[in-house]
């Protein structure tokens, strides 16, 4: 308890002490951002964060390591921002004797019995409060902007809203005439105009136009006038057609005079092109005009053309070939014996030499060279003829024999156990398998690995792969009675054995009274 108090009187003094540092070295759990409690001036309440006992609206703010703090206001008391700090301390603003300490700008706000802190002072205009920091406010007088400013105080544009003239309100930049003046609204709030001259209307075919419109017909069918600032009229005075020969043309029209090529220009004049006029032509009864199309020379491929001075040309190409007193037209093939000839452009036969075959005799038969080839006669080859006249023909063979028996190519048979084939060559090739193996008993054929029953009645045999029949060698039951089976309204003893009435297979009755037959199969034979 002792140490207590000390430590608390310690703290006590530290606080009070006018030259308290609110600067980075004072702790943060010292500082109070909205400003602390104190019982009266200079006496600050302090607590402990184990034990605090701060006033309603206050909370403690003790040391990391439980040491005493001040007790700080809990809510923001200033109505506008937060209360003047330093490194975000807000201290008291009430000293003593009550007088306050605020900065410019910042009242006091709060007692000496609780806490004081220096808060923003509001600014008011009209009827309502601004903030410094605040964007502009409307002055009220539709152009003029205020500000709030650090102490309270309302500072605001003077800037004129609009000029007067003439008891008429323009506003800034507006533009307007008076009279022949050009006038505008400056932004100093003065008029200022320019003088300008007057125009005078201007009278032109009984109508009347005012300097600026837009340009209106001379009546002349092309030109136009305008009307000047002193009243007066200027048109254009173009020629609107060029007269040639008592005729009118428009500007730009073109039309013919004779072999001429005429045109009226933009002066007023014709100018005219002197072109030589053409003189008719003449030909196979028919008259032609120069510039034509081409026409017929007559011989039934060439033609010919009108020309300016009234002569006529015609092309010379050779219209067909004669060879050997034969007629071919330009471009046709013909053949004259072993030879391929052609009929030229230049109306010339041209020929290639070429190798004439020889006839190729075969079987009593002739054939020619470069014909589809033929029987050989064998059955399966095919010969050509040659040129020299020769006869070439395959050797395949057409069969193979084997065994004294003829097989076709690619024919498939059997040789006991192989698998045989007759190839292309004429050979015969096998492949060796496995041969089944039969065993008997008991007159009946069995193949390899079939299981029967034994002629005992209870046992069970195998014919193996060597042809043998292995059964097994279980006692089979004795009966004190004789055991009988019926087949085919027959009665045969257990063990007995008889034939099936397939005619070929073998039965056996067992001695649980069940017959048992053979299952090869039977040959039919034709009735």
């Not at 409307?138 to 309270?152: A, E, H, R």
Request: aromatic share 10%.
């Amino acid at each position: 308890m002792f140490y207590y108090k000390i430590t608390v009187t310690i703290v006590l003094v530290a606080l009070n002490a006018e030259a308290r540092s609110y600067g980075p070295t004072t702790p943060d759990y010292q500082k109070c951002r909205y400003g602390r409690y104190q019982a009266d001036l200079g006496n600050e309440e302090l607590c402990n964060p184990w034990r605090p006992m701060c006033a309603k609206g206050y909370n403690c703010q003790g040391g990391p390591a439980d040491q005493p703090g001040p007790c700080c206001k809990a809510v923001n008391p200033c109505k506008v921002g937060e209360p003047y700090s330093r490194d975000g301390d807000a201290p008291n603003c009430l000293k003593n004797y009550g007088l306050s300490t605020c900065p410019k700008g910042y009242t006091c706000i709060g007692t000496k019995e609780t806490s004081s802190v220096c808060c923003k002072v509001p600014c008011k205009y009209g009827s309502k409060t601004y903030s410094y920091g605040e964007p502009q406010f409307p002055k009220g007088d539709g152009c003029n902007v205020c500000t709030c400013l650090k102490d309270g105080t309302v500072s605001c544009t003077n800037n004129p809203c609009y000029c007067k003239n003439k008891n008429v309100k323009y506003e800034i930049g507006q533009k307007f005439d008076d009279g022949c003046k050009r006038c505008v609204c400056t932004k100093t709030g003065e008029v200022t105009c320019t003088d300008q001259y007057c125009p005078v209307p201007c009278q032109y075919g009984g109508k009347t136009y005012t300097y600026g419109e837009p340009q209106f017909p001379k009546g002349d069918g092309c030109n136009i006038c305008t009307c000047l600032k002193d009243g007066t009229v200027t048109c254009t005075n173009n020629p609107c057609y060029c007269k040639y020969k008592n005729v009118k043309y428009n500007i730009g029209q073109k039309f013919g005079d004779g072999c001429k090529k005429c045109v009226c220009t933009k002066t007023g004049e014709v100018t005219c092109t002197d072109q030589y006029c053409p003189v008719p032509c003449t030909y196979g009864g028919k008259t032609y005009t120069y510039g034509e199309p081409q026409f017929p020379k007559g011989d039934g491929c060439n033609v010919c053309t009108c020309l300016k001075d009234g002569t006529v040309t015609c092309t010379n190409n050779p219209c067909y070939c004669k060879y050997k007193n034969v007629k071919y037209n330009i471009g046709q093939k013909l053949d004259d014996g072993c030879k391929k000839c052609v009929c030229t452009k230049t109306g010339e036969v041209t020929c290639t030499d070429q190798y004439c075959p020889v006839p190729c005799t075969y079987g009593g038969k002739t054939y020619t060279y470069g014909e589809p080839q033929f029987p050989k006669g064998d059955g399966c080859n095919v010969c050509t003829c040659l040129k020299d006249g020769t006869v070439s023909c395959t050797n395949n063979p057409c069969y193979c024999k084997y065994k004294n028996v003829k097989y076709n190519i690619g024919q498939k048979f059997d040789d006991g156990c192989k698998k045989c084939v007759c190839t292309k060559t004429g050979e015969v090739t096998c492949t060796d398998q496995y041969c089944p193996v039969y065993c008997h008993y008991n007159g009946q054929k069995y193949s390899s690995g079939e299981t029967f029953p034994a002629t005992d009645g209870c046992n069970q045999c195998t014919c193996q792969q060597t042809g043998q029949v292995t059964c097994g060698n279980k006692a089979c039951n004795t009966y004190p009675t004789k055991v009988y089976c019926m087949y085919n309204y027959i009665r045969y003893s257990a063990g007995e054995t008889f034939p099936s009435t397939d005619g070929c297979n073998q039965c056996t009755c067992l001695a649980n009274r069940k017959v048992s037959c053979g299952n090869k199969t039977c040959q039919s034979y034709p009735g």
